[in-house]
């Protein structure tokens, strides 16, 4: 006989009520069956675990110690229960989140992080930062769960949701001729020097804001290529020339540097979010992918 989690259910009330009689009331079944069910086990387990007579019931050395390892092996069933219930139900386990420079400084992304953290504490997020085109490969692999990433061109096994919509703003030193307005064209950028992201770096903003220049008839003069937006507000901010960039690098604050809206109307880059097409969306990303909703603007 195969012994079931019921038999040590049935074992585990006779032995704390020492009378079959209650322990079958406790169990909501009628005597004869309990009792039969204990001779199996006891057959099945090859051991005598309860002495008993007309009078009185008591567990033998070898019920003693069933009983013992019975409840440990119930709380162990509990106790796998629990945990995949939780990882079931994404409360816990672990989200691998990747993202680009720009992804923490967007208030809304920010936000639902710590938001997730509070909500769900026994899920270890894993977080990566990399260029939106470094992050596609991860993604295929099954190394990353989700990137926040620049809007550019997915693989078919990939997917994405529009988490937010900003615009782009010219950066110029406080210095700087232009400085005093508030919104500026594309084309009165047309002689300067530009501090520009490098070409071989990979992110997908060095083609999205060259293409935006090239669109409105510039081909920028680019003295400085450099790998991130925060060295390019750096050297911005040094007078060494100017830039474009998304808004939510204004939240870097810089008091040398001035950011100018753009009137162009295709001024304007998306930050997405991307997952896996081909694999199962698990709760911990779907609880993320909840979190972040998309909206429009900054």
Same mark, same amino acid.
């Given at each position: 006989? @195969? &012994?079931?989690?019921?038999? %040590?259910?049935?074992? #585990?009330?006779?032995? =704390? +009520?020492?009378?079959?009689? /209650?322990?079958?009331?406790?169990? @909501? &079944?009628?005597?004869?069956? %309990?009792?039969?069910? #204990?001779?199996?086990? =006891? +057959?099945?387990?090859?051991? /005598?675990?309860?002495?008993?007579? @007309?009078?009185?019931?008591?567990?033998?050395?070898?019920?003693?110690?069933?009983?013992?390892?019975?409840?440990?092996?119930?709380?162990?069933?509990?106790?796998?229960?629990?945990?995949?219930?939780?990882?079931?139900?994404?409360?816990?386990?672990?989200?691998?989140?990747?993202?680009?420079?720009?992804?923490?400084?967007?208030?809304?992304?920010?936000?639902?992080?710590?938001?997730?953290?509070?909500?769900?504490?026994?899920?270890?997020?894993?977080?990566?930062?990399?260029?939106?085109?470094?992050?596609?490969?991860?993604?295929?692999?099954?190394?990353?769960?989700?990137?926040?990433?620049?809007?550019?061109?997915?693989?078919?096994?990939?997917?994405?949701?529009?988490?937010?919509?900003?615009?782009?703003?010219?950066?110029?030193?406080?210095?700087?001729?232009?400085?005093?307005?508030?919104?500026?064209?594309?084309?009165?950028?047309?002689?300067?020097?530009?501090?520009?992201?490098?070409?071989?770096?990979?992110?997908?903003?060095?083609?999205?804001?060259?293409?935006?220049?090239?669109?409105?008839?510039?081909?920028?003069?680019?003295?400085?290529?450099?790998?991130?937006?925060?060295?390019?507000?750096?050297?911005?901010?040094?007078?060494?020339?100017?830039?474009?960039?998304?808004?939510?690098?204004?939240?870097?604050?810089?008091?040398?540097?001035?950011?100018?809206?753009?009137?162009?109307?295709?001024?304007?880059?998306?930050?997405?979010?991307?997952?896996?097409?081909?694999?199962?969306?698990?709760?911990?990303?779907?609880?993320?992918?909840?979190?972040?909703?998309?909206?429009?603007?900054?």
């Amino acid at each position: 006989m @195969n &012994i079931e989690l019921r038999h %040590l259910r049935y074992f #585990i009330a006779v032995a =704390e +009520e020492l009378h079959f009689g /209650r322990a079958a009331t406790r169990l @909501n &079944i009628s005597q004869p069956p %309990l009792s039969q069910q #204990i001779r199996q086990l =006891e +057959e099945a387990i090859d051991a /005598r675990l309860f002495a008993r007579n @007309n009078r009185r019931v008591e567990l033998t050395p070898a019920g003693k110690q069933f009983l013992s390892d019975a409840r440990a092996i119930l709380a162990q069933v509990a106790q796998a229960s629990e945990r995949a219930s939780r990882l079931h139900y994404g409360d816990s386990g672990e989200l691998r989140l990747g993202f680009t420079s720009s992804a923490p400084l967007i208030k809304k992304i920010s936000e639902a992080v710590y938001r997730y953290r509070l909500t769900y504490p026994d899920v270890h997020l894993h977080m990566q930062e990399m260029n939106s085109r470094q992050l596609l490969l991860p993604l295929q692999e099954g190394r990353i769960d989700l990137a926040i990433m620049r809007n550019t061109a997915l693989p078919d096994d990939l997917q994405y949701r529009l988490l937010q919509k900003e615009s782009m703003y010219a950066v110029v030193h406080k210095d700087h001729r232009l400085a005093g307005q508030r919104q500026v064209s594309i084309r009165q950028l047309r002689d300067e020097p530009f501090v520009f992201f490098d070409h071989q770096g990979g992110t997908a903003l060095y083609s999205e804001i060259l293409g935006l220049l090239l669109r409105n008839q510039i081909t920028p003069n680019i003295t400085l290529e450099v790998e991130d937006a925060v060295a390019i507000l750096g050297l911005v901010a040094t007078g060494l020339g100017v830039s474009i960039l998304p808004a939510s690098f204004r939240r870097a604050k810089l008091s040398e540097v001035v950011w100018l809206e753009l009137s162009e109307a295709d001024a304007r880059t998306e930050v997405w979010m991307v997952w896996s097409a081909q694999r199962q969306t698990t709760a911990t990303l779907q609880h993320m992918l909840d979190l972040m909703s998309p909206v429009n603007g900054l």
